[in-house]
């Protein structure tokens, strides 16, 4: 099959090699000069490349995989621009907490300052948004600093890491080269004093939250959240919506806040989602739970007097030994402060009859539909106003949601990824007009990969989240740029492969959603929707307040 392989191991070689033993099986690229000996090398070797058709597409298909997997995506691109292309989302990786691993060629060592092909410093390009960024320096360090990235995008705070990878690099000889031993995790366990001292701290507290990142989320920390709320008896919010404590998904949690006398933060770090530590009264106490040795200053900045102690311990780590203590009791009030937390907004009513479609009607249908058949499920949502929505509306198993950085324009890439990682789930996306022209290409990255998912678009013909805000800031007279075409994204699904329907009327919104589910393969449901501001995940008594658009 592959009879004009070099018969010599080549750095190339042995980075793949190395990625297979460390279990990664594979990886989302486009290809380039610098990186085809590692194509070359992937051929036989277990690894699957899926080839993208833009670079920052491939990051996001690596940020969805890491997330439903708990694997760290791979993604490999080639160098300068194919690098920059890649940049972007590596910002949504990060706050997000993605362990992520992005591959790039880079120009070959030799030509060093003599103006190579597509040369560009690919370490400072992404070191504002990685854990780490480096340009593997030799052949017998290869291995090593690959194991070691695979390992330090897990570790602590997980995030993306990037290596570049110099095309003379991968072409040279390799034999002989060690194939470099295990890296350990390098987590800081907390100590049972610690876990001991923090589970009485909760249980003397009258109204005590804790509160996490998209680590805790089901998606991604299983029945963790969980585990602990119920054994300490307390409510566990894990916070990953850009609308922060206004997440539509979580109705009354900043009024919620107000009401705690003791936060727990475990590893969220005390940001705009939490209104930097504001939405809590002056007495309140926290207690801010850091994985990185060193960081935190956010916390102490932010909360001032409010903090009470600063702990360096993998937040998980900690997590799972106090949902390992005995159960704590709990008294009449603890139990009504718990019941207070948790609560989804309610869907409206799904009314048949032939009429124009709004945002809510659109998501509670889809909700609908995509549990019918009782299996596993997982959504994918992006946009703006109308991703809210669907994060509101939209009951699933697992999801991936653009995150804390509020990036837009996700969707397709997380979706082949759900769709390979999860073969047998149903999975849905649901995403603005605006959001889905990003990567609309990835529709024939998905028929090729044998990827199956559904893409519903809530079509209303405009840049909503930015047009409301136009009006909300500016006036209604003020309101310009952000409009849309009712272009039909369902033909460019049909053209690219897949199948395309188009809705138009409430009438046939349930049928066209049944039949895109049962069709199977990449199924897009263009829907014309009257754009409607998400709900503002305030209590209905409280005043509208300014939010981030993402
Ligand atoms: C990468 C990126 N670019 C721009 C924005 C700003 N932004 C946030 S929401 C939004 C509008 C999205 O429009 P659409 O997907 O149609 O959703 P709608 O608000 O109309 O429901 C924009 C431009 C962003 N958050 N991220
Ligand atoms: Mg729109």
């Known amino acids: 099959m592959n009879d004009r392989r070099p018969f010599l191991l080549r750095g190339a070689d042995l980075l793949v090699s190395t990625l297979v033993d460390c279990g990664v099986t594979r990886i989302f690229s486009l290809s380039g000069n610098q990186i085809m000996p590692l194509y070359d090398a992937c051929l036989g070797s277990g690894i699957e490349i899926v080839h993208v058709r833009h670079e920052a597409a491939a990051v996001f298909m690596a940020e969805g995989w890491a997330q439903l997997t708990g694997e760290v995506g791979v993604a490999l691109v080639t160098a300068g621009p194919g690098a920059a292309?890649?940049?972007?989302?590596?910002?949504?990786?990060?706050?997000?907490?993605t362990p992520l691993l992005l591959l790039s060629g880079d120009s070959p060592r030799a030509q060093d300052g003599m103006g190579a092909f597509q040369t560009l410093d690919q370490v400072a390009a992404t070191a504002p948004f990685t854990?780490?960024?480096?340009?593997?320096?030799?052949?017998?360090?290869?291995?090593?600093?690959?194991?070691?990235?695979?390992?330090?995008a897990r570790a602590g705070r997980p995030g993306p890491v990037h290596l570049a990878l110099p095309q003379d690099l991968l072409t040279q000889r390799a034999e002989g080269v060690p194939s470099s031993s295990r890296t350990a995790a390098a987590t800081v366990p907390a100590s049972e004093r610690e876990t001991a001292r923090l589970a009485a701290e909760i249980a003397e507290a009258r109204r005590p939250l804790i509160v996490t990142s998209g680590l805790f989320s089901p998606t991604r920390g299983g029945d963790l959240a969980r585990r602990l709320g119920q054994r300490l008896a307390v409510p566990v919010v894990a916070l990953e919506s850009p609308r922060g404590l206004r997440d539509p998904a979580q109705p009354g949690l900043r009024q919620r806040m107000a009401d705690a006398d003791l936060v727990i933060s475990l590893g969220k770090s005390v940001d705009y989602m939490l209104d930097f530590g504001r939405a809590t009264s002056a007495d309140c106490g926290w207690i801010v739970?850091?994985?990185?040795?060193?960081?935190?200053e956010e916390a102490v900045r932010n909360l001032g007097p409010k903090l009470?102690?600063?702990?360096?311990?993998?937040?998980?780590?900690?997590?799972?030994?106090?949902?390992e203590l005995p159960e704590a009791g709990c008294d009449a009030g603890r139990?009504?402060?718990?019941?207070?937390?948790?609560?989804?907004?309610?869907?409206?009513?799904?009314?048949?009859?032939?009429?124009?479609?709004?945002?809510?009607?659109?998501?509670?249908?889809?909700?609908?539909?995509?549990?019918?058949?009782?299996?596993?499920?997982?959504?994918?949502?992006?946009?703006?106003?109308?991703?809210?929505?669907?994060?509101?509306?939209?009951?699933?198993?697992?999801?991936?949601?653009n995150g804390p950085a509020g990036g837009i324009g996700g969707a397709l890439g997380h979706a082949v990824a759900a769709s390979l990682a999860c073969p047998e789930a149903r999975v849905a996306v649901a995403s603005g007009d605006g959001s889905i022209g990003f990567h609309l290409a990835e529709l024939e990255t998905a028929v090729r990969a044998g990827a199956a998912f559904v893409v519903v678009i809530g079509n209303d013909r405009r840049w909503n989240a930015e047009h409301l805000l136009q009006i909300r800031e500016f006036g209604p007279d003020r309101v310009h740029g952000c409009e849309l075409s009712g272009a039909r994204y369902d033909l460019v699904a049909a053209a690219l492969g897949g199948t395309g329907a188009h809705v138009t009327c409430r009438s046939e919104l349930r049928g066209a959603l049944r039949r895109a589910f049962a069709a199977g393969g990449v199924v897009l449901v263009n829907v014309e929707i009257e754009g409607r501001a998400a709900p503002s995940g305030e209590e209905p008594e409280a005043a509208e307040t300014a939010q981030p658009d993402g």
């Open 289 to 296: 739970v850091e994985p990185e040795d060193g960081a935190g």
């Open 131 to 152: 854990k780490h960024s480096a340009r593997v320096g030799s052949v017998p360090t290869l291995a090593h600093e690959l194991r070691a990235a695979l390992t330090l």
């Open 85 to 97: 292309n890649a940049v972007g989302p590596l910002m949504s990786a990060r706050q997000s907490e």
């Open 308 to 323: 009470r102690r600063l702990i360096a311990a993998d937040p998980r780590a900690l997590a799972q030994g106090l949902a």
């Open 335 to 401: 139990r009504d402060w718990c019941a207070r937390f948790g609560r989804r907004p309610a869907p409206p009513v799904l009314d048949e009859t032939p009429g124009p479609i709004d945002s809510g009607l659109l998501c509670a249908t889809l909700s609908d539909v995509l549990g019918a058949d009782g299996g596993e499920t997982i959504l994918v949502s992006d946009g703006g106003e109308f991703g809210q929505w669907a994060q509101a509306l939209v009951q699933a198993d697992r999801r991936l949601i």
